[in-house]
């Protein structure tokens, strides 16, 4: 059996039979019902937010982040993520732009953010990448001394804390993915985390058609809500998250002990005052390791074992965006995207497998 880059956690069938069985009772599967609204109010206790709005994934969670707050105009954030933080921005009729990344976390790189802030600007949209989390501080007091929104594409930091805070409680909004390989999932789903309750309204129409009641509609909302299986999918993964997580963490540890320090290969390091959930395990292949990137990734996939390059290309060089953006502008995160592959990470990855992995790009 092929050992695949990630794999989903999933509770016990019995568990899972019993946490849908009410749904053949009500025959309420969608429109917010009772798994919907219980899932809602363990996620604010477990993140330790105010405000949680489920939707039907994490990409609809940024769109309708994008139209809640109202932004128009142009949206500073970074190439180096997933295709839905910048196809949320273009889908909503804004425009992004590009600011590069710090070579030790790969996030946002704070000091280039003001240079590209024009008249147009009306937000960032930073991205905490595989765990690391951004420069919040930095962030927030540029956005406050130029009037600006600030969401946080938070898709790889479910559950996370900085300095003990939920990492939900920074920005206007951050936005989570439960797709089903993340570390928290709904099978497919997300959500949009807020302080402010005056958006709660907004981001609610925004998921259900702008429908305030049966004659009244309000926004030009669309159809973005989670149904009641995913739901319920969602209570049982919340009950045992923190054992999956430290499952992670053991994973994590035992990728360290065999790779850290090795000539030409850059670690993903995680800062004390994080509390990570260990989703992903990046490393970057430089140019004084024996293979290359591409390399490593052949020799893995011809033993069975499939890891990924996350995140090439970058975003501003899809085809659909590479007309209208010079990558060269945004250097680190070009060479970055050109040297990192993220091995094997799960909660069931045997650790006698990730000595395995580790051998084979060991070798010579």
Known sequence: MPTLVTRSSMPALDEYIEEIRSIWDTHWLTNMGTKHNELTEELQKYLGVPCVSLVVNGHMALENAIRALKLEGEIITTPFTFASTTHAIVRTGLTPVFCDIDPSDYTMDVSGIEALITDKTSAIMPVHVYGNIC????????????????????????????????????????????????????????????????????????????????????????????????????????RHLDAEILKRKAVYERYTERLEGVKGLRL?????????????????????????????????????????????????EFDCYRDKYNSNLTPVALDVSHKVLTLPMFADLALEEVDRICDIILQT
């Open 135 to 238: 420069n919040v501080e930095e962030i927030q007091s540029i956005a406050d001394r130029h009037g600006l929104k600030v969401i946080y594409d938070a898709a790889h930091a479910f559950g996370e804390t900085l300095d003990g805070v939920g990492i939900g409680n920074f920005g206007d909004i951050s936005c989570f993915s439960f797709h089903a390989t993340k570390v928290f999932h709904t099978i497919e789903g997300g959500a949009a985390v807020f302080k402010d309750k005056s958006l709660a309204d907004t981001l609610h129409y925004l998921r259900d058609f702008g429908i305030l009641d049966e004659e009244r509609i309000v926004e030009t909302g669309g159809n973005a809500k989670m149904n009641e299986f995913c739901a319920a999918m969602g209570l049982c993964n919340l």
């Open 268 to 316: 993903n390091k995680i800062r004390p005052e994080v509390k990570s959930n260990y989703a992903y395990f990046p490393i970057v292949v430089d140019t004084q390791f024996a293979k290359t990137r591409d390399e490593i990734q052949k020799l893995l996939a011809e033993n069975g074992i499939y890891s990924r390059k996350y995140f090439y290309p970058l975003t501003s």
